[in-house]
Each structure stands twice: as structure tokens, then as C-alpha cells.
């Protein structure tokens, strides 16, 4: 179990940056798998990115790929996003997720995570 709070959305005109943090509390954060997820008014919430708790090893949705960065420090228990080059279609609230075993076999479904912050507001603004 883990506990996760969201922080650093705000409102950016196109082409902005963002960078959004994720604070973990409980133990054992290090063995975690964790992600970020979107999710806009009226849409399901998809998948954006996600890091491997070993080896370091990332993932990204094919809309995000080359623009968004993501990272952990495990001493700090805090994983961050890196939004670069933002889009209107951006628009969303954002996620950190905890993943469970499940991470594994498929990482972009929502029900391989077990543990959600509460989200934070990111508008794209033309």
C-alpha cells in the first residue's frame, strides 16, 4: 500500500513546459512499478508513461512519445513528469499510479495499477 499526492499543473499557452511531481508515502516505494495517466472531461482515462522500478526502463504513449519525460528518485519517494511542447489536446487531469504484479503483462491498462493520487489540472491553452 502507497499513498500518492500530485503536484505542479497549472495553466501554460501551446508550446509550454510543465513539470508535474508525485509524492509517495508507506513503505517499500523502490518496488514499485509507477505511471502517469490523463484523463480529459467526458474521456476515459488513458495511459501516458510509466518507469520500471529496477532497471530504469521507460514507456510512453505514442502521443506523448518524444515530448514528455518521465523519472523517479526512490530516495526522495517522488516520481516526476516532464511535459515539453504542450498541445491543447493535453488538456486533461493528471494521474500517478503505484503498479501491481499486473504492470508486467500490461502496463498501459489502468487495472494494473492499485494505488492513485488525486490528480492535478493541466491546461493547454491556445
Known amino acids: 500500500q502507497v499513498q500518492l499526492v500530485e503536484s505542479g499543473g497549472g495553466l501554460v499557452q501551446t508550446g509550454g513546459s510543465l513539470r508535474l511531481s508525485c509524492t509517495a508515502s508507506?513503505?517499500?516505494?523502490?518496488?514499485?512499478?509507477m505511471g502517469w495517466f490523463r484523463q480529459a472531461p467526458g474521456k476515459e482515462r488513458e495511459f501516458a508513461a510509466a518507469?520500471?522500478?529496477?532497471?530504469?526502463?521507460?514507456y510512453y504513449a505514442d502521443s506523448v512519445k518524444g515530448r514528455f519525460t518521465i523519472s523517479r528518485d526512490n530516495a526522495k519517494n517522488m516520481v516526476y513528469l516532464q511535459m515539453n511542447r504542450l498541445k491543447p489536446e493535453d488538456t486533461a487531469v493528471y494521474y500517478c499510479?503505484?503498479?501491481?504484479?499486473?504492470?508486467?503483462?500490461?502496463?498501459?491498462?489502468?487495472?494494473?495499477?492499485?494505488?492513485w493520487g488525486q490528480g492535478t489540472q493541466v491546461t493547454v491553452s491556445s
Open positions: 499510479a503505484a503498479g501491481t504484479q499486473a504492470f508486467y503483462y500490461n502496463f498501459r491498462a489502468s487495472h494494473s495499477y492499485a494505488s
Open positions: 508507506g513503505r517499500t516505494f523502490s518496488s514499485y512499478a
Open positions: 518507469i520500471h522500478w529496477s532497471a530504469g526502463t521507460t
